[in-house]
């Protein structure tokens, strides 16, 4: 039985390019006590991979954590294959926003230790204690009261091209990182103030709530389905957009736009811009915020020595790199000294 992708993602790009189908981009997951994550693994990549889904999939004892690229005309294939598996029929699937077919090449289905790659330890505090959950006519509501205390639960490289209008957003490289930082902020407002959260597409907020509830927070509130669901529900139900710029998003589109509004900088010239690259040299990949001008320039590096090193021959660049831990850095922190304009 085939339980790995025989496709590069190249092979995979031209195929999808060639088929010229629509292919929607959608997340989802959801907590639950997993007997076999190796056995729902290989179930999901066996039913999924015949049905053309791709993406990037985690299952833990846990629970289940996916981002996908699903063909349209097989959404409804898909959909009932997930209803057949008692704990994920009628899951909330998010939807993304801006369709890319190529969202996702390869179909990898991993069984990892947790479902949020930089998750917590779930012993402390009983994680299914969460907060209210709130859909955007409500979230809105929340965040005209005075007495509410807005916190982005993403990370620094994430709130810098997009935000929620008055959000506390953490200068944090990982979501447990921010933990402690935002409940020592906010220490004087456990009793009072209505603490509201909000994510990607939810699933940090789900253990996050149930943390501050645990360190004392009586009022915690938490988007539903995150920035993803809540720019739907937005345009559906015509309500004011409190969201501005893009929201970032794990997989080839990087972002997608919510509002028209620029607020992050070219890391290299300081001009606007929330287009994010990775440096185009393959020892660094480093995550950053580039204009179209600097990626000429620079020819899509970060920096001088990357320059350097991208235009030597590749079978030198190989040389170089040998020995040297390149994992997949796709999304390696966009922290670098030689980005001037990095806030
Ligand atoms: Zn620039
Ligand atoms: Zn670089």
């Known amino acids: 039985m085939q339980l790995y992708n025989k496709l590069s993602a190249k092979e995979r790009a031209e195929l999808i390019e060639k ?4 292919r929607m981009t959608i997340s989802f997951y959801k907590y639950a006590n997993i007997g076999n994550p190796e056995i729902l693994r290989n179930h999901l990549f066996i039913n999924w991979d015949k049905i053309d889904v791709l993406g990037r999939i985690y299952v833990s004892y846990e629970g289940i954590n996916a981002q996908l690229s699903v063909p ?34 390869k179909l ?7 479902i949020v790659a930089d998750g917590l330890n779930d012993e402390s505090f009983d994680v299914t204690n969460k907060g209210v959950h709130v859909a955007a006519e409500k979230f809105n509501e929340l965040l005209d009261d005075k007495n509410t205390i807005l916190v982005d639960m993403r990370n620094h490289y994430e709130s810098e091209i ?9 200068d944090v490289d990982t979501f447990r990182e921010s933990l402690p930082i935002i409940e020592d902020d906010l220490k004087e407002y456990k009793e009072d103030k209505n603490l509201v959260m909000y994510c990607t597409g939810g699933i940090r907020c789900e253990k996050a709530s149930a943390y501050f509830k645990h360190k004392g927070f009586k009022k915690v509130y938490q988007l539903e389905g995150g920035i993803i669901n809540y720019a739907r529900q937005v345009e559906a139900q015509n309500l004011e957009n409190k969201f ?18 620029i607020i992050a900088n070219c890391h290299q010239c300081g001009n606007p811009c929330d287009t994010h690259v990775n440096c185009a040299n393959e020892a660094c990949h480093l995550l950053f915020i580039q204009c179209e001008a600097c990626a000429e320039k620079m020819d899509d590096c970060c920096s001088a020595e990357c320059k350097e090193v991208h235009n030597l021959p590749k079978e030198v ?17 966009g922290r670098s000294e030689v980005l001037k304009y990095k806030k």
Do not use: C, W, Y
């Open 19 to 22: 088929a010229g189908k629509d």
């Open 244 to 261: 501005i710029g893009k929201n970032f998003v794990f997989d080839h589109r990087r972002g997608e736009r919510i509002s028209d509004d």
């Open 162 to 170: 997009g935000h929620f209008q008055g959000a506390i957003t953490p």
């Open 72 to 105: 349209a005309e097989n959404f409804n294939t898909f959909k009932d294959h997930l209803d057949t598996i008692t704990f994920l029929e009628n899951v909330r699937l998010n939807v993304a926003i801006e369709q890319d077919n190529m969202s996702f090449l």
């Open 108 to 114: 990898k289905v991993k069984v990892r230790d947790k």
């Open 317 to 333: 660049q190989k040389e170089l790199r040998k020995g040297k831990e390149v994992s997949n850095k796709i999304f390696k922190k």
